[in-house]
């Protein structure tokens, strides 16, 4: 079981609604990432949260909007989405740098539909 | 610019036979991080190896094994007596040291494997 839990694990949105996807880990890591995945291709860096605070912000539209609200949480808004990005959204955390623990630990992901 | 390529988009195999997954990267960084990730159906990406610049040893763990030569560039990741639960997406991803947080990710490798 990952240790990482993104909910839901599935949702269908139309382009006019607002929804939020939520991603919680307790491993006390520092970093907080959100990966978006088309099919049949790898994941894609739209978010780092590092110590709550955006470190990096991919060039990501703002029809997403990243949220930190603490250290375990991390919350992916959405609004007015458009059908092509319809996905996998991958959330992640890792415990200090690559430098020193090698490791992100992913959730199974939402998928994301978007009539 | 840094860059992965795994030039083999699926490999099937049957159980027990060697598999050879190829990983090519470019960096201009001296110092970087290389990582191999599987991605079973369930859609997380479960972390496998990671490796920094400085350390060619090659490595093993149990049927895995990772040759690192920098002198080509490679980062190549063999499963030996290969199983069907190995069936999954590998991919290979690069981080640079001015920049630890953004994992870029080869395209990856569909390995099935075949009872």
């Known amino acids: 079981d990952t240790e990482v839990t993104q909910t839901p694990k599935h949702l269908v949105m139309g382009m006019t609604n607002k929804k939020s996807l939520k991603c919680e880990q307790h491993?006390?890591?520092?970093?907080m990432y959100w990966y978006k995945q088309k099919a049949k291709k790898p994941p894609e860096l739209m978010f780092v949260?590092?110590?709550?605070?955006?470190?990096i912000n991919e060039s990501v539209p703002s029809r997403f909007s990243p949220e930190c609200p603490n250290s375990s949480l991390l919350n992916l808004h959405l609004h007015a989405l458009q059908p092509e990005d319809s996905a996998l959204y991958l959330c992640?955390?890792?415990?200090?740098?690559?430098?020193?623990?090698?490791?992100?630990?992913f959730g199974e992901g939402s998928r994301l539909t978007v009539l | 610019a840094q860059k992965v390529t795994q030039a083999q988009t699926e490999i099937s195999v049957v159980e027990k036979e060697d598999v050879t997954l190829d990983c090519v990267y470019e960096?201009?960084?001296?110092?970087?991080?290389l990582f191999w990730y599987k991605q079973p159906p369930s859609g997380e990406l479960v972390f496998l190896i990671r490796?920094?610049?400085?350390?060619?040893q090659n490595e093993i763990s149990g049927r895995y094994s990772w040759n690192f030569q920098k002198s080509t560039s490679s980062f190549n990741f063999t499963i030996t007596a290969s199983q069907v639960v190995d069936s999954a997406v590998y991919f290979c991803?690069?981080?640079?040291?001015?920049?630890?947080?953004?994992?870029?990710f080869g395209t990856g490798t569909r390995l099935q494997v075949f009872p």
């Open positions: 949260y590092s110590y709550e605070k955006l470190s």
């Open positions: 490796r920094n610049s400085f350390d060619e």
């Open positions: 491993m006390g890591h520092r970093a």
């Open positions: 992640a955390s890792a415990n200090g740098r690559y430098s020193d623990t090698g490791e992100l630990f």
């Open positions: 960096t201009r960084d001296t110092t970087y991080y």
């Open positions: 991803a690069l981080s640079e040291a001015v920049n630890t947080d953004k994992l870029i």
